[in-house]
């Protein structure tokens, strides 16, 4: 067994989580910006006005981007649970 095996392991599941994580962030940043913009061309100071907008772009980014984030942390849990014996005999 490698010296830096958790290690790797923690930087493989840091990963994947921010790979499935990014569609939803990378939404709700958009639509923040979008609506701020709204904001400020308007001049409405409502503070509440950006939740409902984000809550539904993130759904929305949940539900088009649900099939590749299953298959994605299935094949992670996957490669874990094949490596396991590898791991336990140290080859």
Do not use: H, R, Y
Not at 25 to 33: D, E, K, S, Y
Not at 54 to 73: E, F, H, L, Q, R
């Amino acid at each position: 067994m490698e010296n830096n095996f958790v290690g790797d392991v923690l930087k493989q599941a840091i990963k994947v989580a921010l790979l499935i994580s990014s569609p939803m962030l990378i939404g709700a940043l958009l639509m923040g910006i979008l609506v701020s913009l709204f904001q400020a061309v308007t001049q409405i100071n409502e503070q509440t006005l950006s939740f409902i907008p984000k809550i539904v772009v993130i759904v929305g980014a949940m539900v088009i981007c649900a099939p590749w984030m299953s298959d994605t942390i299935t094949n992670f849990t996957t490669e874990l649970i094949v490596n396991i014996p590898k791991w336990v005999s140290g080859k």
